[in-house]
């Protein structure tokens, strides 16, 4: 009980300590949780009429956001697998850095349902025996119940994997029996998670854009893009900032998991368009509306071949050795613009033009409304707080700084 | 119905008295602050409500059909109290059950409809929706062009033909009969704003919930907040509904409506008859559609849209009844469902008389 308050404090201590630019990042981020507190608070006195969601586009940001944090959440499982299912050596070390962005990721999603939820004080309705869920009838009940398991099954990883480390009591070998079947279930979870969210959106009758059997691969490759995208990312980072060692077949691993992925996306993409505009039947309306726009409505036309433009180019660059090997310059370019573009692609293509025509015909366009915007960047500020805190305590057990011996982390650190 | 989007960005008023909300309760913990923000803010906010444990015991409440008989009395009593209270006036919340060896059925005459939009209006009146800022409509009627087309000789060679050794008039893009016509949604107008109807060019197919025998919004809802009765009408409870809307995302009529904001309804239009599962006021944030007017009938009464239509182009009646109204229409007009390819199976039938 002593050591675990103790590494609990030692944790904490260490992920507030940091340099300028730290402070100044934690800084920046509080600034948004600041004006979103008060964007938040106005939501959720006056209802969701203050974000720019209507009878005929009932998703708003909210949704769209939550899917992509599905999508990193899910991506997690490709650094804990390489360790565990391959027993590549230089993963194995980093897979509690996999475990912690898809704990803070999924958590992050599930606030972003919350702020969906018109009523979110009565979320307990869906708790079996205090309230009635009805399963297996709704998806969102599955999906409840995958993100939840999902949630608690990475934190049960990291919280057990840093804790090891830190009483300096973590063997490969030793690891205790429940925990093997827990990380490889996590690992089977990750795309589960995904795919019933794909099945969330894809059972719907209105809504014919999503009514196909691509969307789980398409969400699936997007995962795999715009998750290791973000995780190449802080590898980058972390290896500059730290003492903590990332080598380069790690990198290179992630850049090839993301230009595959990104091939896929094209491909599902193009399978897509031309299945619904060879036979030019009224399941393409919605496309027809995305790719060229209706009657003059055309505010998603930009959007939609920008991200065509970005996904197809990023996919092009990394088949170039030196835009991969590139990396303190044109790799994290190309991260940053598949996470921005994956990032844009689920609210301005994914879920708003899905909703025209509406089944009475309606054409419509959504406009995000600056409250709605502030509270999306509520939650992903504080998203992102909690994983800047939780990998910056992480590192310092990673490298051996954080030690509950503290005659034995001098000397590790050292070495 | 409709949430457009000025409609919808509060002034600056309400910001400012927003803030003002926000000094105030900002000294309150964050848990009671979410309890209290979340609760009607009207029943707060106004001297109107009653007490305060009236808020927090509906807060409590289970699902109504899983509640015994004694809940659901306390239940009923705690709305009439607060209803009575925040409008007042008199209301009853009536708990009427379903009657039994019924089946309600509708069936709706396109030939007849004059687009008048009675039944609409009847319809706002009688069930306590939001008034204004914005109106929900549960009915909507679609304005649909006939398939009177100006075909013209001249125009056999517009649009974009396809050029080959066979002619110049292989698939053809544009042109003349490159138009929807007749029954389709596609150049339907759902905003119409006439001051004579009807239109000599257009006909009108007024659409509410169908009250599908298999409801895709029943299978959604991930409460089980709404359901489907013995008498097959598809209904809500407005207390366990939690707002997450996937009920409109399944339902392929377009036929829920969502309380976006605090429903603005008038003491003095409030209807004060009302039904648990039917027309009581509801609140912000949860969803909304039409019962067949469940105060109505569950007493043996029509619906209002029935009873207002002026050409009697609606039936109402009950399906297992060889001589009810509806039944004779499905026994002798040219019948057919909407969006019958959605595989829903309304109770709701259109038909050409």
Not at chain 1, 249 to 276: H, P, R
């Amino acid at each position: 009980m002593k050591t675990a308050l103790s590494f609990a404090m030692d944790f904490g201590a260490y992920a507030i300590k940091g340099g300028t630019k730290y402070y100044a990042w934690l800084l920046f981020l509080a600034f948004f949780i600041l004006v979103g507190s008060y964007t938040a608070y106005i939501q959720f006195t006056q209802g969701l009429i203050v974000t720019g969601a209507t009878d005929q586009i009932t998703l708003e940001s909210f949704f769209a956001s939550f899917v992509f944090t599905a999508h990193v959440a899910a991506a997690a499982v490709l650094v804990v697998a390489p360790g565990y299912l391959y027993h590549r050596k230089d993963m194995k070390e980093l897979a509690v850095i996999g475990e912690i962005v898809a704990m803070v990721f999924v958590a992050t999603g599930i606030t972003f349902v919350l702020f969906h939820m018109g009523r979110p004080d009565r979320t307990w309705h869906i708790i079996p025996g205090l309230g009635y869920m009805n399963f297996p009838n709704s998806m969102l009940a599955y999906d409840t119940i995958v993100l939840n398991v999902y949630l608690i099954l990475n934190s049960i990883g990291v919280v057990y994997i840093l804790y090891k480390k830190y009483i300096g009591k973590f063997e490969a070998k030793q690891l205790a029996i429940w925990f093997r079947p827990i990380v490889f279930l996590a690992i089977a979870w990750g795309p589960l998670i995904h795919i019933v969210t794909a099945f969330v959106l894809a059972s719907n009758a209105r809504v014919g854009t999503w009514a196909t059997a691509v969307l789980p691969f398409a969400f699936l490759s997007m995962a795999g893009a715009s998750g290791p995208a973000l995780i190449v990312l802080i590898f980058l980072l972390l290896r500059k900032c730290t003492k903590l060692e990332i080598n380069d077949s790690v990198i290179n691993l992630m850049t090839t998991i993301i230009a595959w992925s990104l091939g896929i996306i094209i491909l599902v993409f193009a399978a897509e368009i031309f299945t619904l505009l060879y036979p030019g039947t009224e399941h393409a309306d919605s496309l027809r509306y995305i790719m060229f726009g209706h009657n003059g409505l055309n505010h998603y036309v930009l959007w939609f071949w920008g991200v065509i433009l970005a996904l197809v180019g990023s996919f092009a660059a990394l088949l170039f050795s030196k835009v991969r090997h590139s990396y303190d310059r044109w790799l994290p370019l190309v991260c940053v613009v598949v996470f921005v573009a994956i990032l844009m692609e689920k609210p301005m293509v994914l879920v708003f033009p899905a909703f025209s025509p509406t089944p009475l015909g309606e054409y419509t366009e959504y406009h995000v409304t600056m409250i709605e915007f502030f509270n999306v960047l509520f939650v992903w500020a504080i998203g992102f707080l909690s994983l800047t805190l939780i990998l910056k305590g992480a590192i310092g057990i990673l490298t051996g700084e954080v030690r509950h011996d503290k005659s034995s982390a001098a000397s590790q650190s050292g070495a | 119905m409709s949430e457009e989007k000025n409609e919808k960005m509060q002034d600056a008023d309400e910001v400012v008295q927003g803030r003002r909300d926000f000094l105030k309760h900002v000294c309150t913990s964050s848990a009671a602050a979410l309890v209290a923000a979340t609760t009607p803010s009207e029943a707060v906010d106004n001297a109107s409500n009653p007490d305060a444990d009236v808020t927090v015991a509906e807060f409590f409440q289970g699902h109504f059909l899983l509640m015994s008989e004694e809940e659901k009395l306390q239940a009923i009593a705690r709305l009439e109290k607060r209803y009575s209270a925040q409008y007042s006036k008199k209301t009853t919340v009536s708990n009427a059950p379903a009657p039994d060896g019924v089946l309600f059925g509708y069936a709706l005459d396109i030939s007849k409809c004059i687009g008048c939009r009675r039944c609409v209006h009847a319809c706002v009146k009688e069930n306590n929706q939001s008034r204004n800022d914005p109106e929900v409509q549960w009915i909507q009627v679609m304005k649909m062009p006939k398939g009177n087309i100006a075909f013209t000789a001249d125009q056999l060679d517009k649009g974009y033909p396809e050029k080959s050794e066979f002619g110049d008039y292989g698939v053809q893009v544009g042109g003349n009969a490159y138009k929807t016509a007749g029954l389709s949604t596609e150049d339907a107008q759902n905003y119409y704003n006439d001051e004579l109807v009807p239109d000599k060019d257009f006909f009108y197919m007024p659409v509410q919930c169908q009250q599908c025998e298999k409801p895709p919004c029943v299978k959604a809802c991930p409460v089980r907040a709404t359901f489907r009765d013995h008498a097959g009408v598809v209904l809500i409870d407005y207390n366990w509904c939690i707002g997450c809307r996937m009920c409109q995302l399944a339902c392929p009529y377009h036929a829920r409506r969502f309380n976006w904001g605090e429903p603005h309804l008038p003491a003095e239009e409030m209807n004060p008859k009302t039904h648990y599962f039917g027309n009581r006021p509801r609140m912000r944030g949860v969803m909304e559609k039409c019962t067949f007017c469940a105060q109505r009938t569950r007493e043996g009464r029509n619906p209002a849209c029935q009873e207002v239509c002026p050409v009697g182009a609606r039936k109402f009646g009950n399906l297992l009844d060889p001589d009810s109204d509806v039944r004779r229409v499905l026994a002798t007009k040219r019948v057919f469902r909407f969006k019958e390819e959605a595989g829903t199976y309304p109770k709701f039938f259109y038909y050409i008389g």
